[in-house]
């Protein structure tokens, strides 16, 4: 266990390196926003591009696997609003409580922090998950979120969220890596040492940013949301995800990275959208901020648990 945690430990002080920036520095703002997009644009498409692009579609593809994460998190989101519903009678609230719980740091913490304890392999398994949740948990509850504002189209809204999706360039990379395995097209060998070259500033530039995502966040007065959403998203989700891979027979390497994965903590983007549709802002800062702190502590256990 100490040996985990001493291997990862590193990242994690770069997350607290980005708070500590983020604290002292007023004027930190404009480069944290650029060196969000060069993670985001740059970085982590690369490594997805490289990892992906050099591997067979038969193993990309993995039906069981795909289905077992989709129904995990459909069931525990599904069963965390109908149980927030239940009490409270406010759908919207229900919803981002509900997302809050399923919905993890997959891209900025979970493929850095697994690469370096597990390998590079876990990215393939991980960016899968990624896509899931980009092409289907994000859009459909930021969809029932403004559909349950009374506020715009909802038909609008369903094609923007998509729209903005697809045109993310974590997914457009999968795509082209997708492409580029079911043709079997192999990419020039400089091209693919240029794409570990930007790769491999993922990691330390995406754990920076975590912290500096987490600066400023306080626990509320009201913190039971917040306390649920964080026991949902560290106990719940990835006991749920290991439940239902080992039912389908998923292969046991993707397991533990899928169960990992799901034992992240909440991503910071979650706050946004509280703030946007201004549902629980406080309370979902808050459970980003506690998930987060945990998992320095969850994470290193689980790891060693499986290994």
């Not at 770069?14 to 480069?31: A, C, Q």
């Not at 999706?165 to 020039?188: G, K, Y």
């Not at 309370?283 to 060693?304: D, E, G, H, K």
Request: charged share 10%; with cysteine.
């Amino acid at each position: 266990m100490v040996e985990v945690l001493l291997e990862v430990l590193p990242l994690f002080f770069l997350v607290t390196l980005g708070f500590l920036f983020k604290s002292k520095f007023t004027y930190s703002d404009i480069f944290i926003k650029y060196l969000t997009r060069f993670v985001m644009y740059v970085a982590l498409p690369a490594v997805l591009l490289e990892k992906l692009g050099t591997t067979k579609i038969n193993e990309l593809i993995d039906f069981s696997f795909l289905f077992s994460y989709l129904i995990s998190f459909f069931i525990v989101m599904l069963i965390s609003v109908l149980f927030i519903y239940f009490f409270s009678k406010d759908i919207k609230f229900s919803i981002m409580l509900g997302l809050g719980g399923v919905y993890g740091n997959i891209g900025f913490l979970a493929i850095p922090v697994l690469s370096l304890s597990l390998g590079e392999w876990v990215s393939v398994p991980l960016a899968l998950m990624l896509t899931l949740d980009l092409l289907i948990l994000l859009p459909v509850s930021t969809f029932l979120l403004k559909f349950n504002s009374n506020t715009e189209n909802s038909n609008m809204t369903l094609l923007k969220t998509l729209s903005r999706s697809f045109l993310n360039p974590l997914i457009l990379s999968i795509v082209v890596a997708f492409i580029l395995s079911i043709f079997q097209m192999t990419l020039p060998s400089n091209i693919i040492d240029g794409l570990s070259f930007l790769g491999s500033a993922a990691g330390p530039c995406a754990m920076f940013i975590v912290g500096t995502a987490i600066y400023g966040r306080r626990i509320s007065s009201k913190p039971i949301a917040a306390a649920y959403i964080s026991t949902v998203k560290l106990i719940v989700m990835p006991l749920v995800v290991y439940i239902f891979m080992t039912l389908l027979s998923v292969k046991s390497e993707w397991i533990i990275a899928a169960t990992l994965g799901a034992a992240m903590p909440c991503a910071a983007v979650l706050s946004v959208i509280a703030e946007e549709h201004k549902t629980i802002p406080q309370q979902v800062s808050a459970a980003v901020l506690v998930t987060t702190i945990f998992s320095v502590f969850t994470v290193p256990f689980l790891i060693f648990i499986f290994s």
